[in-house]
């Protein structure tokens, strides 16, 4: 488990995402926060090969100049 406490580590990028799905996911009733899912995912990606190939194989999306 990573536990972070210090913004000193952090990296601030910038990424387009679709308008839609950012709709839908600020429409859910939770406390996941687009950092956290982004942060999350990104470790699932690097530690979890069944995850990272689902990630890889997710061909729902309409592709656009990034190649979603």
């Keep these: 488990m990573i536990f972070i406490y210090s913004m ?3 990296k601030l ?6 308008e839609e ?18 942060n999350r995912s990104m470790d699932l990606y690097l530690k979890d090969e ?4 689902l990630m890889t194989e ?4 309409v592709e656009s100049g990034s190649s979603l």
């Design 58 to 61: 997710h061909e729902e999306l």
């Design 8 to 10: 000193d580590i952090t």
């Design 13 to 18: 990028t910038s990424v387009k995402i679709l």
């Design 21 to 38: 799905l950012y709709e839908k996911f600020k429409g859910e009733e939770s406390e996941m926060t687009l950092q956290k899912l982004v």
């Design 50 to 53: 069944k995850y990272k190939k």
